[in-house]
Nanobody, 120 residues
Framework: QVQLVESGGGLVQPGGSLRLSCTAS????????MGWYRQAPGKQRELVAA???????MYADSVKGRFTISRDKAKNTGYLQMNTLKPEDTAVYYC??????????????WGQGTQVTVSS
């Protein structure tokens, strides 16, 4: 059973930065792509960024130019670098693996989520 564990969330002021990490229990990122989703209170979960097994990336329009997704296959870890954070970025962020993100389909593997709060 693959497990994904996120870390790196927290409270940050508008304009600040955070880097989220997602560590897998096995070498899943050698096989599958991964994505970062977020869910704000009262809203549906949305895809923020994804990276395919081949390394292609995609971003939601709301985060383009501010967020960067990457992964280190040797460390079985994926990252989401978030810069110029805005209050509307406040949400629980979830790591996902194994999805077909270009079709809007998440994979079966989810992390437990990490809270990101952007507030002054």
């Amino acid at each position: 059973q693959v497990q994904l564990v996120e870390s790196g969330g927290g409270l940050v002021q508008p304009g600040g930065s955070l880097r989220l990490s997602c560590t897998a229990s096995g070498s899943i990122f050698n096989i599958y792509g991964m994505g970062w989703y977020r869910q704000a209170p009262g809203k549906q979960r949305e895809l923020v960024a994804a990276i395919t097994s081949g390394g292609s990336t995609m971003y939601a329009d709301s985060v383009k130019g501010r967020f960067t997704i990457s992964r280190d296959k040797a460390k079985n870890t994926g990252y989401l670098q978030m810069n110029t954070l805005k209050p509307e970025d406040t949400a629980v962020y979830y790591c996902n693996a194994g999805g077909r993100y270009y079709t809007g389909t998440p994979g079966d593997y989810w992390g437990q989520g990490t809270q990101v709060t952007v507030s002054s």
